[in-house]
């Protein structure tokens, strides 16, 4: 199984990350979960973390089968729909995202 992973690092606006955090569920999880070949998509919201690492304050986790369907879903106009989507929820965070993939080896 092909894991890609977006990491949103810096922070969430203060007071924002409710308003945050119902955009992702109301406005980006449908589209996350219209991406074709898509098996799960997690997201995460950060509780705590080491002394002095980097803040992460929301993890984005989907999966696919191949790498070939995680190329066909980032090739889809979902994909393209849900980047315009995700500037609004780029309004209430500064800080940037960066996309890392894995073979998922053990699940």
Do not use: C, N
């Not at 203060?14 to 219209?34: H, N, Q």
């Not at 803040?55 to 979902?78: I, K």
């Amino acid at each position: 199984m092909i894991i890609r992973q977006a990491f949103f690092e810096g922070s969430i606006h203060a007071g924002k990350e409710g308003a945050f955090k119902v955009y992702v569920a109301e406005k980006l999880m449908p589209m996350w979960l219209a991406f074709p070949g898509i098996r799960e998509v997690k997201v995460l919201y950060a509780v705590e973390r080491d002394e002095g690492a980097p803040p992460f304050p929301m993890v984005l986790w989907t999966a696919y089968d191949s790498r070939e369907a995680l190329a066909a879903a980032l090739d889809s106009p979902v994909r393209y729909e849900s980047r315009e989507m995700t500037k609004g929820l780029l309004e209430m965070f500064d800080g940037h995202i960066h996309h890392h993939v894995f073979d998922l080896a053990h699940g």
